[in-house]
């Protein structure tokens, strides 16, 4: 038996058994990535749980936890910096909960269905392909810019597109922004609906969101985004332990230790890189588990069966 | 510094990709059972009567409680008996065959067939089983097929084409019966795959006249709960005796105390978990911040 299997230790909600090791580095290097970019990083450890052989349910809802302690040490690492706009935060987060409302209610209309593991992965495909291309063909565009010589500018304060002709409007002092609260209302509620029926963070969306429509600063975009992902994430672990009970304490404590490490070496490392490489770098990332979740739909499989608890479903 | 962290990452992003994690997942170490302290000597057998009394097999195994505890992962039992009244010459006679089952609870099952629809693969149907073993591991002296007919092993559920599995009714009228052979074969390969359905042609052995053993590997997967250790013995193809007897797989500890604050108390176990999760990120930016920025 190899190495990694002497340290094992067993999941009691999971039912199966694993090396604290293999666990802590998964952890670890979803921490590393989350901290950098300011992603909650749900979108690659649920994967991965799924690879070692956890079921998807256990999978999802424990990441959820995982993602609370990888982004509360983000966000406060983010916050010393002065990286938090907290009256944004506030406002996405309202949204927020409703979307996580709503998204545990979808959930539980696909499950009856029988058709929510294709959905999680259209979903995956779908959601990770269209925000990886976008992003890589822009940060490709500003490295080229920044080459020729032509400082990139995230922000063009002469541009006036919808977004700015809604009513109820407020000032978002950090980050030099007078728009109206729907739009960020409206971001914060589609994040946690992805974070209900995903099991993500929803960062890959938020970021971006909050970077090209609302032209918010992307400096305070990561710092934002982590605050905002705190309180969604525990609000979707609350619901899936109470739902689902698919929340496995031992292995979320294994995941968060692995997770808080990884996150403070890659804020700090981040600190170091500049926007538009963090942004490159996050849509390869992006597009090579999309490639993979994709690759899986398409290539005839060696078995067309599967096996599932009728009551789990996913 | 930039470099080295992007090298980093494209490491990190192939493994997150599925390209290095085969490794993850190999099969678990399993503990070795204690040898067993209770083996019983089997009378001496009277020498050859004009009427012989009935052989009977009588059996046991080596742990009724297996405790899973935070170190588990997976056990080995062993089953081991005696017949008495035996009449082979010797252990390497072959006169006798016996078989041994282990057996978890039946449980619900749901299988999913995958169908290509515009060009994806995606689960088009499923079927349902109301009970199906969460756990069969069959072990005999020689093949099955070598000692008994189909017939007499599909009767008693020995082997793993005679399984029990139970179709639900609305499953069962919507399908033929080549589809619901289909399901049953799916469900014997993957649990196989899963290494949760076993057989082992040579895995009873016999020790003496009349005394055999066999172990059975649980796979840390086998769900909690009591398991049936049948035990049958034939001569020439008929069935002369049958024994059964019962482990159980319990939780202990902390273990037990967990799974059942997880399903007793729901919410409150989400809550602790994200107090769990807010208290290690703090603490975490706490120790980091002096020594990192």
Known sequence: MSALHLMNIYLPIAEMSESVFVLLGMGAAVGFISGLFGVGGGFLITPLLIFTGVPAPVAVGTSTAQLVASSVSGAVAQYNRNNVDIKLGVVLLGGGFLGTVIGVGVVQILRQAGQFDLFIALCYVLFLGVIGTLMMIESLQTVWKARGGVTPSMRRPGEHSWVHGLPMKMRFQRSKLYISAIPPFLIGAFVGFLAAIMGVGGGFVMVPALIYLLRVPTNVVVGTSLFQTVFVAAAATILHAGTLISVDLVLATILMIGGVIGAQFGASAGSQLKGEQLRLLLAGIVLLVCLRLGWDLVITPSEIYSLASPAGGS | ??????????????????????????????????????????????????SLPPETVEADVSTRTIAVTSGYSGAEILVFGTIENSRQPSAESGFYDVVVVVEGAPEALMVRKKGRVA??????????????????????????????????????????????MAAAADSAIRVSSEDLIAYKSAVTRLKQSASLFKRDDYGVVFTGRSLFRATIGLPATVPVGPLTARVFLFHEGKLLSRYQSRVV??????????????????????????LLALATGLLASAVFRRRIA
Request: aromatic share 10%; proline share 10%; glycine share 4%.
């Open chain 2, 249 to 274: 797989l319990e939780r202990e500890g902390i273990e037990r105390w967990l799974y059942a604050f997880a399903f007793e108390r729901p919410f409150l176990n989400g809550m602790v978990a994200v």
């Open chain 2, 1 to 50: 510094m930039s470099r080295r962290v992007m090298i980093l990452l494209l490491i990190l992003a192939a493994a997150a990709a599925g390209v290095v994690v085969p490794v993850f997942h190999e099969p678990s170490a399993f503990a070795q059972a204690p040898p067993s302290k209770a083996k019983k000597r089997a009378p001496a057998p009277p020498i050859a009567p004009p």
């Open chain 2, 119 to 164: 060009g994806l693969w995606v689960n088009t149907s499923t079927f349902n089983f109301n009970a199906v073993p969460s756990y069969y591991a069959v072990a005999s002296t020689r093949p099955l097929e070598e000692f008994a007919d189909a017939t007499i092993l599909d009767e008693n559920g020995i082997g793993l084409d005679a399984v029990r």
